[in-house]
């Protein structure tokens, strides 16, 4: 069957089949994905407790997707913990983040903090290589009471003692 030019519909082979044969093989198709689902879900459920067998036993499985580093709190957060009310390096700054336990296995990891340092409205550069957070920027955000109500809405209340409160939606 030859390709249809552009903007031009295709009178083909497909105008001369009755439309219940073309619904019973849309159907027919649909079964056969369902099942084909069905089937990956058991096969994903065998290989998640084959997974955790080999782990128990004290094994690692090879090309595991499991390789990346999750970390409570995001870098911009741990990096104002550790430069709240001193100016450090970025050197001093990507091993303080690190001893306070924040895990990455980036042989580039300098290079991401010293980024995000400088691309970060939370941080000031004091001098040349030397970054501190800005004033009240972690006490702020620790002071803060963040709720997402059933509607979507976000509230986020200052605690007492700090300067203002806000509403977000």
Do not use: C
Not at 127 to 152: H, L, M, N, P, Q
């Amino acid at each position: 069957m030859a390709k249809a030019k552009a903007g031009k519909r295709a009178t083909g082979d497909l105008a001369q089949i009755p439309a219940a044969l073309l619904r019973d093989e849309l159907r027919q198709r649909e079964q056969r994905a369902t099942a084909l689902v069905r089937r990956y879900e058991r096969l994903m459920e065998r290989a998640a407790a084959l997974r955790a067998e080999i782990q128990a036993a004290g094994g690692a499985i090879r090309g595991s997707s499991d390789t990346r580093a999750r970390n409570e709190t995001s870098l911009v957060e741990a990096l104002a913990r550790a430069l709240s009310g001193k100016p450090l390096s970025v050197d001093e700054a990507t091993n303080a983040v690190l001893a306070a336990g924040y895990r990455s296995a980036s042989p580039e990891f300098r290079k991401i903090v010293n980024i995000t340092l400088s691309r970060s409205d939370r941080f000031e550069q004091v001098e040349r290589g030397r970054y501190t957070a800005k004033e009240d920027a972690w006490r702020r955000f620790a002071a803060a009471e963040v709720r997402i109500y059933r509607s979507g809405r976000l509230a986020l209340r200052l605690r007492a003692g700090a300067h203002a409160a806000a509403t977000v939606g």
